[in-house]
């Protein structure tokens, strides 16, 4: 970018992040984006943290998405509902093994990940009265069924799309069933 003399926003920095968060192998680059972009003096935005959050909960590390998290508020930025689904799919992913282990993850019981997740999923309706969205009713499945608690997942899947007035999409009923 610099040899080439392209003007470099946030925009093309969320986009790197985002681009390096979800591709394999480059998962930590997009750490490093970041701290380019802040380098630079460009101050990250929702976005930027959302962008990096994906990558943690693409490879389970909660500890990471975790640490994101409690910056925007040290920041002035507010998380919003995409922010807290993608926290709850990174507590999610974080039961299951991947190839690529970044940093290690909180150890946390299968009910202490259960519990932290339906904590989250509370203060986002609840609490901040953000509105939930299908995206984080499937992180919150998810999280039951990777504890592998079927009972307990099944009842969930039955009650919280209707209580949330939300159809199962193709990705609830692959969680539920994988």
């Known amino acids: 970018m610099k040899a ?9 920095y969320n986009a790197l992040i985002l681009c390096a968060s979800k591709r394999y192998g480059y998962y930590l680059q997009s750490f490093d984006y970041y701290e380019e972009m802040v380098a630079r003096g460009i101050q990250p935005d929702l976005l930027t943290y959302n962008a990096l959050m994906v990558g943690c909960a693409r490879y389970g590390d909660v500890s990471n998405a975790q640490l994101l998290f409690n910056q925007l508020p040290a920041v002035g930025i507010e998380p919003n509902e995409f922010t807290y689904a993608t926290l709850i799919d990174a507590v999610a992913s974080s039961q299951v093994k991947h190839k690529l282990r970044v940093a290690k993850s909180y150890e946390l019981t299968q009910n202490e990940r259960i519990t932290y997740a339906l904590e989250l999923f509370d203060e986002m309706k609840h609490q901040k009265k953000l509105p939930v969205t299908l995206r984080a009713v499937n992180a919150l499945v998810k999280v039951h069924a990777h504890a592998l608690r079927m009972n307990r997942t099944i009842d969930l899947f039955d009650r919280i799309y209707t209580e949330n007035g939300l159809e199962p999409d193709y990705v609830s009923y692959r969680i539920l069933f994988k």
Do not use: S
């Not at 003399?5 to 093309?12: C, G, P, Q, S």
């Open 4 to 12: 080439q003399a392209i003007e470099v926003t946030i925009h093309t």
